[in-house]
């Protein structure tokens, strides 16, 4: 072994030549791009867990939405169902309603005053039992349609059975001719009229 051989031994390095030593920095950087893109494999695995969160968290929402819209409707059913149980019975009780104020109707305040006192107090009751029943059907949600002359036609509210002349303006009501009554927004019985078609022409 020679001098300078010996000597390359003995001064601290591990006997390797400059070119084990390029070629091993080599190495090292060629490996360098791979370890560097699996040197944080839980940075992948948090992006997963991020997505999954965001889509429990969208679902979630759209469970909420739905249930609110489910709790909504319910109730409108509840509310409705509440409203219009007495249809029926409400609309089989107008005929009552009808002859009560058909009864009075026929009977002019001032010739009330020349009645015996017993037929008085049959009118007197006739009167308080049409109004208690308009009452209760109120209690009810069942309330009068105004189809008094002058108001306005409302093909909803009422059915027009004839056209008339009148003092009232075109288009609204003339006459009455049998009372009409809603329960709720619905129609439960369409008044009965007769509809304006202004004053008459005058030749």
């Not at 091993?24 to 791009?33: D, K, R, T, V, W």
């Not at 305040?109 to 308080?128: H, K, S």
């Not at 709720?184 to 369409?190: I, S, V």
């Amino acid at each position: 072994m020679s001098d300078d051989t010996r000597r390359q031994g003995n001064d601290g390095s591990d006997g390797s030549t400059t070119e084990d030593i390029l070629r091993a920095e080599n190495e090292g950087m060629s490996e360098a791009p791979g370890a560097q893109a699996h040197a944080n494999p839980l940075a992948d695995q948090l992006l997963v867990v991020e997505k999954e969160r965001d889509e429990l968290k969208d679902a979630l929402l759209r469970a909420l939405a739905e249930t609110e819209n489910v709790r909504k409707r319910a109730n409108r059913q509840i509310e409705e169902a509440r409203i219009y149980a007495v249809e029926k019975f409400a609309k089989d009780m107008l005929g009552i309603a009808d002859h009560l104020a058909r009864a009075l109707e026929h009977l002019a305040p001032e010739a009330r005053a020349t009645l015996p006192e017993g037929a008085r107090a049959l009118i007197e009751g006739v009167d308080l039992t049409q109004k208690d029943l308009v009452a209760v059907l109120s209690r009810h949600g069942v309330t009068a349609i105004d189809a008094s002359p002058g108001a306005a036609f409302d093909p909803v509210f009422h059915q027009a059975v004839s056209q008339i002349p009148s003092e009232h303006p075109a288009g609204t009501v003339a006459e009455l001719f049998q009372s009409g009554w809603r329960i709720g927004d619905r129609t439960l019985r369409a008044a009965m009229v007769a509809v304006s078609a202004g004053p008459a022409s005058v030749n």
